[in-house]
């Protein structure tokens, strides 16, 4: 009686969601840097568990700053039809069309990731180790979510069709369930881009593109499959949770045709482009040469803070889309 008590307070919670899920984004950042050519591998590589485990600090940080938030996503069908010819591209542009509250409002992701390029050419060229890192992982997160066909809609969640919880199964519970079984994450080396913002401009469009087919085909696998096993219940830190079950997530990217494979390929791809994209502008300096300056207190303060924001906002239910 009391296992079936918990089940049914643990269905009735809700499911909290992180952007590519913890797991997605650290996979991400990881195999991006194999992506590298030997004279930034050299570095990156002896470096890789803070790149993966700083890979979701943005999401920590949400929890503490309201103008985070924005940098995740952008509504883009806030702004009528595919290609969304209506939104200047140029941030200057947008500015002045809708107000800069109005963006902040719908989200500022593809101008974000720029904001982050150029700090991390920066860091490169003054040669700042620390800075490097934090900002490696950090813009890894926002091209991610980028990428994510969710992140470019305004029913992020389902919430407007009845599905909530999608956003959590499509960029978490499918790459957590077949990444490591089924991914095929044999990627092409970096490529230097040479027009960073229509690259990121294009893949938000990409998953702009693709989000009604992310809603309509768990619609339509949802009322072909048995409903008693849609869900099952599995064991997290000794708490009985529900999620969707093995089968379900397994049909689900069946019949997205590997999207979520696809995208998560992308994302590794745009990631370690957009690194070495910082490295030559900032002249190809010799990482070796680096200060290796270790982080400052307030940056470890930082870090620790955002945690333990995390844990209080998971804590009291709170997702971070």
């Known amino acids: 009686m009391r296992t079936v008590i918990l089940a049914m307070l643990c269905m009735a919670l809700p499911q909290t969601c992180f952007c590519w899920g913890f797991y997605g984004h650290r996979k991400i950042n990881e195999l991006a840097v194999f992506l590298l050519p030997p004279e930034m591998l050299v570095f990156y590589k002896q470096h890789v568990p803070f790149l993966a485990e700083h890979a979701v600090d943005p999401d ?4 503490a700053l309201a103008e985070e938030g924005p940098r995740h996503y952008l509504d883009l069908d806030h702004y009528g039809a595919y290609p969304y010819t209506a939104l200047p591209r140029n941030w200057d542009s947008a500015v002045a069309k809708y107000s800069e509250d109005s963006l902040m409002a719908h989200g500022i992701v593809p101008w974000w990731v ?152 992308q994302s590794i791809f745009a990631v370690a482009s957009f690194w070495f994209t910082a490295w030559v502008n900032a002249g190809q300096p010799n990482l070796k040469a680096l200060n290796g300056a270790e982080f400052s207190k307030e940056e470890q303060a930082a870090f620790e803070q955002w945690n333990e924001d995390w844990k209080n906002g998971r804590e009291k239910g709170r997702s971070c889309n």
């Open 60 to 63: 920590k940080r949400r929890y």
């Open 114 to 265: 720029q904001v982050m390029l150029q700090r991390l050419t920066k860091a490169f060229r003054e040669k700042n180790q620390s800075k490097i890192l934090k900002l490696s992982a950090e813009i890894g997160h926002y091209i991610s979510d980028a990428h994510v066909p969710l992140h470019a809609s305004h029913n992020h969640n389902g919430q407007y069709t009845g599905q909530h919880g999608i956003h959590g199964f499509w960029e978490s519970r499918v790459p957590e369930l077949l990444a490591d079984r089924q991914f095929d994450f044999w990627i092409g080396k970096a490529q230097y881009l040479k027009r960073p913002d229509v690259f990121i401009w294009d893949r938000i469009l990409e998953s702009g593109a693709a989000a009604d087919t992310v809603l309509r085909r768990e619609r339509e696998l949802t009322a072909a499959f048995p409903a008693d096993q849609k869900y099952a219940f599995e064991n997290r830190n000794g708490l009985l949770v529900r999620v969707y079950s093995s089968a379900f997530t397994k049909s689900y990217e069946q019949q997205l045709n590997g999207m979520v494979e696809r995208r998560m390929r």
